[in-house]
């Protein structure tokens, strides 16, 4: 079996054809640092950064899973659409914490289902102009929803506490179960990819079996915030564990093309940078 | 299924926007470049694609900008696709940039980026004191998704 030694390109063909767990967990591990360097892109955003590498970790195990080398495109493009379509559409399906008026606030927040509505209605993605008339907004209102809701965020662990700090914070230094939560890992590698305190948090329910009362009076929070909170670490895990199921093949990428600077058109993913890019090092 | 419907009134077909070339600014840009393909009726997903796009090509031309920089952007429109000039000026030259230099690190991810959202782009070195991008995409024809 190829170690980390051999070029990705063979370990991705090598987990295509065996599913090899631990292989997997490398090839995601490697690749982390495009996650990484993709969620710093959306960091001023208003969602916290380890939120962002939590979502765009989900990308990528999607796509690790799901790139077929067969079709030979290169990974890290195909990595790259798949991680940005997470963040986008982690993005569009959060709540607010802007300084955003309400009237903008209601109007992005219709903005979502109404796309996913006229998209099934009509078969496409729907136009700005559809989706005015579809809510009975101007196209203007429209747009100015959609850039305003470039600054929304979700609640978070590390949101401020009542008693100053962040619920993070609170999660405390020391984990006497780590070694358990290790464990767990190796059974479930998608947990790994959450944020420690996250994971912690977890952990104080599901290993510790804290009921969400006690985790609440030890986090000096109400109950209803821990069931949120876990809500959404599990959510993260549920989107985690079933990524392999979703079988994003990279031949479900799009299959725009584009042109190099001589006018050549070229399949998109293995379309070569102009000439003076030509000194981009490669990923992979 | 639903077909587009011509639009009574007539789009420009170049559109100039001159703005001080700071992150500040990019939502201007994505709101004057949104808008223009609002009106020859990008999709959705377009947009949100055009979106990221705009702001990676500023970004990446403004890089290492002086504070009294300003980035030029022309748009140029028609029914079927979007094209955007960015071009920033003065900016410090480091040409050709070595494969250390911070801007290939920032450049590269854009490049990532940019060929993830848009159809055509380019990042030119900078020459003469002024950086130069451009990024076209184009609209997907509205047919019914299978």
Redesign the interface.
Known sequence: MPTRHAPVAERLQLYANTRDRELRSELIEEHLE?VE??AR?FA?RGEPYDDLVQVGSIGLIKSVDGFDPDLGHEF??YA??TI?GEL?RHFRDRGWSIRASRRVQELYLEIGPT?EAL?H???????????AAEIGAT??AV??A??AG?GYRSPSLDAPGPEGGTLGDRLGEQDPNLELIDSRVTVMPELAALPERERRLITMRFVEELSQVEIAERLGISQMHVSRLLARSLATLHRLVEAPSDRVRSNGARP????T?SGQKQN?PE?Q??D??S???RRD | ??R?MPRADPIPAQVLLVVPAR?EMW?VV??TA??LA?QV????????DL??AVT?LCSSCAFDAGAEATCECRFEISDSQFEMHCQVSPVIETQ??S?DHPL?SV???S???L???????????ATDGMRYGHLLK?R?P????Q
Do not use: C
């Not at chain 1, 209605?121 to 989706?131: A, V």
């Open positions: 495009l360097r993709l892109r001023d890290t493009a790259t659409t940005l986008k796309v998209t209605r009509y078969g496409r993605s729907p136009t700005i102009r559809e989706i196209e203007d747009l100015e959609m850039e470039y725009a093309q584009k042109r600077r998109r379309a940078t102009p003076n890019q000194h981009s090092p | 299924m639903a587009h992150p939502p994505r709101m949104t808008a609002s009726d990008f999709p959705f997903d377009g947009i949100e979106r990221l990676e050709p940039p494969e290939m450049q590269d991810l490049r990532q980026i060929r993830a959202t848009v159809d055509e782009f380019e990042i030119r070195p184009e997907a509205s047919v019914a998704l």
